[in-house]
Nanobody, 124 residues
Framework: QVHLVESGGGLVQAGGPLRLSCAAS????????MGWFCQAPGKEREFVAA????????YYQNSVKGRFTIARDNAKNTVYPQMNSLKPEDTAAYYC?????????????????WGQGTQVTVSS
């Protein structure tokens, strides 16, 4: 069993940065693919960014390319999405997810474990 806990959310002004964290426990997380998704009120869950454990390839939603960077610290079993130049439309609950051998990193259905989420609110 894998337990994921997100942190780092909060209120930030447009244009500002925020770094989220996803701390994992239960198994060796360095062998898991990690993803971040968001969900705004009244909207469906959307893919944000992901990091593959094998090779370290990263994936980003087009709307966050150039603004968000995802990285991991295997020693700490933690994944960090650095979010820069935040926009009001980035406001959402952000969820960390983990899975093994994920074929489509942008598909939330392929991730086995999910955190409880952390709220990000960007004011204009």
């Amino acid at each position: 069993q894998v337990h994921l806990v997100e942190s780092g959310g909060g209120l930030v002004q447009a244009g500002g940065p925020l770094r989220l964290s996803c701390a994992a426990s239960g198994r060796t997380m360095c062998i898991y693919d990690m993803g971040w998704f968001c969900q705004a009120p009244g909207k469906e869950r959307e893919f944000v960014a992901a990091l593959k454990w094998s090779g370290g390839s990263t994936y980003y939603q087009n709307s966050v390319k150039g603004r968000f960077t995802i990285a991991r610290d295997n020693a700490k079993n933690t994944v960090y999405p650095q979010m820069n130049s935040l926009k009001p439309e980035d406001t959402a609950a952000y969820y960390c997810a983990a899975g093994r051998w994920i074929a489509t990193m942008t598909s939330g259905d392929e991730y086995e474990y999910w955190g409880q989420g952390t709220q990000v609110t960007v004011s204009s």
